[in-house]
């Protein structure tokens, strides 16, 4: 609260240079995650904290709420339009309801890709037109390149995971997303969306008879304890996350702290991809010694789930919106970057 100064007439002019200046405003940045602090993105998340903070002090409060303490994923994207919170950093699997063109790497031609392969095209132009596309859609500021979780594979409670035909007619929890509901159809199992916080409750009461998560993910959240048994790593697609701001909170801020925010965001994205890169390897160590059963598809059965899904391509596109154009011409660079499509 600002102070009153009293002075007499006489003195005014001599006390004018003593009276305060408001303190610089400040800016609160609160950061909603569902998963919990242990997860590599709410780590790297600390990150981008500590960068921040090292440009602008105090000038921009930042705090992370973890484990859905403010909204879960599936509800972040409105909360930022609306502006309930300052920024997320939710799965591109979350958006695709809104702005379609987010599911593009979860389509049939990203199975099995290098993540070196993803980077090179998601981090260029596709990427940035997608960012656009958000930003219009959904009302926010994309600050930039988009963080890494990792390969999503199917997971196994009620029965082992060893071939493609074991997911014949299984209840699979999808996280979200009409491009993981159409690849786990295709295989032969049947979708069921079920929110992270929510997983380990519906796994131990039998709600699911497999998965599709991460290895970090199924780690930092210990579904052995939930009855995870089987992993079947098939590296059906490479998961992302998006760093938005509620435009909101993004109008508020001068251009020097807009600049630092997007500064500091690029500081770290190489950092985020090595540790989760390093995260999901230590993850699969941790599943192993838990008793979870690891399985790889064969090359050939890997290229046949490949060329079923690949036929669906074009109806799941249709289906879920996708900018046709985008598409082809993110397949014509992963052609170049020679992924057999």
Not at 227 to 250: I, N
Not at 269 to 276: N, P
Request: glycine share 6%; proline share 6%.
């Amino acid at each position: 609260m600002r102070r009153r100064v009293f002075v007499a007439t006489a003195g005014a002019s001599l006390c004018a240079p003593l009276i305060a200046r408001p303190a610089m405003a400040q800016e609160r940045l609160r950061i909603s995650l569902d998963t919990n602090p242990n997860h590599v993105r709410n780590q790297s998340a600390e990150l981008f904290v500590a960068e921040l903070r090292k440009r602008v002090g105090d000038r921009i409060q930042a705090e992370i709420f973890p484990s859905a303490q403010l909204f879960r994923d599936r509800d972040i994207a409105r909360a930022l339009r609306q502006g309930s919170v300052e920024m997320g950093i939710p799965g591109l699997w979350q958006l695709d309801g809104v702005e379609p063109n987010t599911a593009i790497t979860s389509l049939p031609m990203f199975y099995g890709i290098d993540p070196d392969v993803l980077h090179r095209v998601m981090d260029g132009p596709a990427g940035q037109q997608i960012n656009q596309r958000m930003e219009q859609r959904l009302r926010v500021k994309v600050l930039g390149r988009w963080f890494d979780l990792g390969y999503n594979h199917f997971y196994g409670v009620s029965k082992p995971l060893n071939h493609y035909s074991d997911l014949q007619g299984l209840r699979i929890r999808t996280p979200g997303g009409s491009a993981n509901a159409a690849r786990i159809r295709v295989l032969g199992g049947s979708p069921v969306l079920i929110p992270w916080p929510d997983l380990p409750l519906a796994m131990s009461q039998g709600v699911v008879d497999a998965l599709i998560t991460t290895h970090e993910s199924a780690f930092t959240s210990k579904l052995w304890d939930s009855g995870l048994r089987y992993a079947f790593e098939d590296r059906q697609y490479f998961s992302q996350y998006a760093p938005m701001v509620s435009m909101q909170f993004w109008n508020r801020l001068s251009p020097e702290l807009r600049k630092a925010m997007t500064d500091s965001w690029e500081a770290i994205v190489d950092e985020e991809r090595r540790r989760a890169a390093t995260a999901q390897a230590a993850a699969r160590d941790t599943l192993i010694a838990n008793n979870v059963r690891m399985a790889q598809p064969s090359p050939d059965e890997v290229a046949q789930a490949r060329r079923r899904l690949m036929a669906a391509q074009d109806e799941i596109i249709a289906e879920m919106k996708i900018d046709r154009d985008m598409a082809e011409t993110v397949m014509r660079e992963l052609r170049a970057a020679n992924v057999s499509l």
